[in-house]
C-alpha cells in the first residue's frame, strides 16, 4: 500500500455523507474493517445485483479492487448504488491508505 492515510482520511470526509466507520449503514454500507472485507458483505444492507454477485464469487476488497471501483462504480459492478466517484489518482491512493488503516491492515 503505497499511499498516505493521514492525506486519505482528509479525502474520507467526501465518503462520510453516506459511508459511516461505526457500524451503522447510511445511505451506502458501513465501511468498518472494508479492507480485506468480502464485497457486498454487510448484514442487513441492500446491495445492487452486481455487489451480490461478487459477494458469491468471493471478491476481496483490497488495493486493486478499490482501485479499479473508485474512479469508476458503475463501470465494475452491474447496476451499481454508488453514484460517486473519486477520480484523482493521489486520492485514491490515499484513501485507501486510510482504509487499510482503519481495518488494521
Ligand atoms: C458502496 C467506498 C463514497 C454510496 C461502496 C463500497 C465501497 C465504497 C468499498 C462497497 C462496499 C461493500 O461491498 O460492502 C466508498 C469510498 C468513498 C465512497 C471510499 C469515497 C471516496 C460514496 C458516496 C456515496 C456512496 C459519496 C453517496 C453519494 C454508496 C452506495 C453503495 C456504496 C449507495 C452501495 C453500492 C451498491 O450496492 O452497488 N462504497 N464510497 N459512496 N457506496 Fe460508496
Request: charged letters at 30%; one cysteine or more.
Amino acid at each position: 500500500i503505497t499511499g498516505d492515510p493521514a492525506a486519505g482520511e482528509k479525502v474520507f470526509k467526501k465518503c462520510r455523507a453516506c459511508h459511516a466507520i461505526d457500524g451503522k449503514n447510511k445511505v451506502g454500507p458501513h465501511l468498518d474493517g472494508v479492507y480485506g472485507r468480502v464485497a457486498g458483505s454487510v448484514d442487513k444492507y441492500k446491495y445492487s445485483v452486481g455487489l451480490k454477485k461478487f459477494k458469491e464469487e468471493g471478491l476481496v476488497w483490497n488495493a486493486e479492487t478499490l482501485a479499479q471501483y473508485l474512479p469508476s462504480p458503475k463501470d465494475m459492478v452491474e447496476k451499481s448504488k454508488m453514484t460517486f466517484k473519486l477520480t484523482k489518482e493521489k486520492d485514491i491512493e490515499n484513501v485507501i491508505a486510510y482504509l487499510a488503516q482503519i481495518s488494521g491492515v
